[in-house]
C-alpha cells in the first residue's frame, strides 16, 4: 500500500474533519501517499485529487464540514460512472480507499470494492441510522445542537405558556429526537419506530397545564411526516397556542463534541490500519466502547435496532 486515497460523501457530518485528520497523519506516520479526493464521488469521477500533507490538516479538528467538500452523486450509480471512477483510480496509482459517509455513500464503496479496490469505510451520519454500529460520526454533535435549541424554545415556551413543537432530522430514525428530548426534558417524544397516538400527547399538554406547567416541549423526528399537522390538532384539541420550530440544517454544522472527535480519531486510525494490513471491504464501527469492523455487506444489511427502553425511560421521566 503506497498511496491512500480519501473522500467524504453525502450529507456532511461534524467530526469529518476529525476523521480526515487522522487518516491523513496516520498515513503520513505510516509512509504512506495520501490524496484527497474532492466533492465525494463526483471529483473521483472528475479527477479533483491532490495529494495531501500534515498542514493541509492543521487547525480542522474542532471544524465541522468537511474540508474535502461533499456531494450526492448521480453519475456514480451508473455503469459508466464506475468505469469512469475506476480509470481515474488507476491513473492516480491509488491503492485504497478510505471512504467516509452514511449508508447509500457505503453503497457507492461497496461496488467499489465488488470491482476489486481496496476500500475501508467510516459511518458519518448525523441521523445515527446503520445498525451495525452503536453510534456514528456526528450524531452526538448534532444531538448537543437539538438540546441546545430545546433549551431555548424552553425559556419562550414558558413565557407564553405555549406548546412547542422542535422537529429534529435524523430521516426514517428517531434517534436524534429520542436522545435530544430526553436530555431536553421534553415531555413528548415522537418518533418513526413508535405509533404515536395524538390524544396521549394532547393528554400530557392538559395535565402539565393543570399541574402549574408553564412550558411544553415536544421532541418529533421528521420522519413521522408533517409537523405543522401535529400542532394543528394539539390546539385543535387542548386549546393551547402551538408552536413548530423546524431546526433543519443547523444539525448538521458546528464544532463536534468531544465524543465525535474521538470517536473520529480512533476510527481514521483504524481505517488505515485496516488498509495497511490487506483488508478491504470494511466498515467501522463502535460496539460497547469498542471500536470494531465488520463487512461492507453486514453494516448495510443490518437492521437499526431503536432502543425502546430508552424511549420507555423518556416516557416515564415525563409524566
Ligand atoms: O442524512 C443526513 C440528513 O441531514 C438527514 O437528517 C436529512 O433528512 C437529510 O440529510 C437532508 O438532506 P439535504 O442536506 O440533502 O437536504
Known amino acids: 500500500m503506497k498511496t491512500i486515497g480519501i473522500l467524504t460523501s453525502g450529507g456532511d457530518a461534524p467530526g469529518m474533519n476529525a476523521a480526515i485528520r487522522s487518516v491523513v497523519r496516520t498515513s503520513i506516520y505510516n509512509g504512506v501517499k495520501i490524496m484527497g479526493i474532492k466533492q465525494g464521488y463526483n471529483g473521483l469521477l472528475n479527477g479533483e485529487i491532490e495529494e495531501m500533507n500534515l498542514s493541509s490538516v492543521a487547525d480542522i479538528i474542532h471544524r465541522g464540514g468537511t474540508m474535502l467538500l461533499s456531494a ?7 455503469e459508466e460512472g464506475l468505469n469512469k471512477a475506476l480509470n481515474i483510480i488507476e491513473v492516480f496509482g491509488i ?16 461496488k467499489l470494492c465488488d470491482a476489486g479496490i481496496q476500500v475501508v469505510c467510516i459511518p458519518c451520519t448525523i441521523d445515527n ?9 456526528g450524531f452526538m454533535t448534532a444531538v448537543e445542537t437539538a438540546v441546545d435549541a ?9 413565557s ?26 421534553a415531555e413528548s417524544i415522537i418518533v418513526p419506530e413508535v405509533e404515536f397516538n395524538i390524544d396521549e400527547v394532547c393528554k400530557k399538554v392538559i395535565q402539565g397545564k393543570n399541574r402549574g406547567k408553564l412550558h411544553h416541549i415536544i421532541a418529533l423526528a421528521e420522519g413521522i411526516g408533517d409537523a405543522y399537522e401535529v400542532a394543528e390538532k394539539i390546539e385543535e384539541k387542548t386549546g393551547t397556542e402551538t408552536r413548530v420550530t423546524i431546526l433543519g440544517h443547523i444539525q448538521r454544522g458546528g464544532s463536534p463534541t468531544v465524543f465525535d472527535r474521538i470517536l473520529a480519531s480512533k476510527m481514521g486510525n483504524k481505517a488505515v490500519e485496516l488498509l495497511l494490513n490487506g483488508k478491504s471491504g470494511r466498515a467501522l464501527g463502535i460496539r460497547c466502547n469498542n471500536i470494531m469492523d465488520v463487512d461492507l455487506d453486514e453494516a448495510l444489511n443490518t437492521e437499526k435496532n431503536f432502543d425502546i427502553d430508552l424511549y420507555n425511560i423518556g416516557m416515564i421521566l415525563s409524566i
Open 72 to 78: 450526492r452523486c448521480d453519475e456514480f450509480k451508473t
Open 95 to 110: 491503492d485504497g480507499l478510505v471512504i467516509l459517509g452514511g449508508d447509500g455513500t457505503f453503497r457507492g464503496a461497496q
Open 129 to 137: 441510522d446503520m445498525g451495525y454500529t452503536d453510534y456514528t460520526i
Open 150 to 158: 430545546i433549551g431555548k424554545i424552553r425559556d419562550t415556551s414558558a
Open 160 to 185: 407564553h405558556g405555549r406548546a412547542n413543537i422542535v422537529e429534529v432530522m435524523g430521516r426514517g430514525c428517531g434517534d436524534i429526537a429520542l436522545y435530544s428530548g430526553i436530555a431536553g426534558g
